[in-house]
């Protein structure tokens, strides 16, 4: 979901571009970094830990 969104925005702000390599890597770090919030990781670890 994060990096969807990340790549509707850049697609948004840059229309007559072309992606590049370092553009698909900046758009992967921000929904990597938006993915890893403190809260996200909590709560898969709650998740994993329910199934054992």
């Keep these: ?25 900046r758009i992967a770090c921000k929904a990597y970094l938006k993915a890893m919030s403190p809260w996200n990781i909590v709560s898969a670890s709650k998740k994993l ?3 054992r």
């Design 1 to 25: 979901m994060y990096y969807y969104n990340e790549c509707a925005s850049f697609m948004k702000e840059n229309i007559d571009k072309p992606v590049t390599r370092n553009d698909m890597a």
């Design 49 to 51: 830990m329910s199934f």
